[in-house]
C-alpha cells in the first residue's frame, strides 16, 4: 500500500507531463487541466491501497480512459449544439511547456547564448507541433515509451494493446517525425 507521502510524490512528479500529454490530445488547455485532475482525484480516492510501483501504469491507464470519456462527451455535445466559443482562437498567455524547462545534466539551468536560446526554441516549437500532429495511438505510444520512459510491456498496459501494437505505433510514430523534421531542415 502506498503512503500518502509515496502518492503525494508521485502525483508530484507526474503533473506537468500528465497535463502535456492531455494538451496534446486534447488541444484544449482547461479540459485537459480538468481531465488530469480527474485522474488525479480518481487514483487517489480508488487505487490508494495499491502499492506504490503500481501506480504509474494505474494512473496512465486512468489518464488515458479520462481522456477517452471527455472525447465521448465532446462528441455527445457537438451533436446537440455547437458553441460559438468553438470558433474562437487560444491564446498562448500562460502555456506550460516542458520542452522548454531543459536543464543540464548537473542540474543547474543550462545557459545559453541568445541566438542558441532561440535557435533552441524554434526547434522545440516545431517538434512540438510535430508530436501534435501524429494519430492518437502513435502520438500516445510515443509520449508513453520516450517520454514517460516507459517500457513496452508498461506501454502495452497503459494503452490496452498487444507490445507488438506499440513497438508498430512507436516506430510509425518516430519514423513520420524524423520525415516531417528532416523535411524542415532539422536533423537530430
Not at 488541444?27 to 488525479?40: C, E, H, K, N
Not at 482562437?89 to 516542458?98: Q, R, V, Y
Not at 513496452?152 to 510509425?172: F, N
Request: charged share 30%; hydrophobic share 40%; with cysteine.
Amino acid at each position: 500500500m502506498a503512503t500518502d507521502k509515496e502518492l503525494t510524490d508521485f502525483l508530484r512528479s507526474v503533473e506537468k507531463r500528465a497535463f502535456k500529454r492531455a494538451v496534446y490530445a486534447v488541444r484544449d488547455d482547461d479540459a485537459a487541466l480538468d481531465i488530469v485532475q480527474d485522474s488525479m482525484i480518481r487514483l487517489a480516492e480508488k487505487y490508494n491501497d495499491r502499492p506504490a510501483a503500481e501506480l504509474p501504469l494505474l494512473f496512465q491507464r486512468i489518464l488515458s480512459n479520462a481522456t477517452m470519456d471527455w472525447f465521448r462527451r465532446q462528441k455527445v455535445r457537438n451533436g446537440v449544439l455547437k458553441n460559438f466559443s468553438d470558433f474562437e482562437g487560444h491564446g498562448e498567455d500562460g502555456d506550460f511547456d516542458i520542452l522548454e524547462t531543459l536543464e543540464s545534466q548537473d542540474g543547474s539551468v543550462a545557459s545559453e547564448s541568445a541566438a542558441d536560446l532561440v535557435s533552441r526554441s524554434q526547434i522545440l516549437l516545431v517538434i512540438d507541433t510535430e508530436v501534435a500532429q501524429l494519430p492518437a495511438r502513435q502520438r500516445e505510444a510515443f509520449l508513453l515509451r520516450y517520454w514517460e520512459e516507459f517500457d513496452v510491456a508498461e506501454t502495452a498496459a497503459a494503452m490496452g494493446c498487444s507490445e507488438g501494437s506499440v513497438k508498430t505505433h512507436c516506430s510509425r510514430a518516430v519514423h513520420a517525425l524524423a520525415k516531417a523534421l528532416k523535411t524542415k531542415g532539422i536533423s537530430l
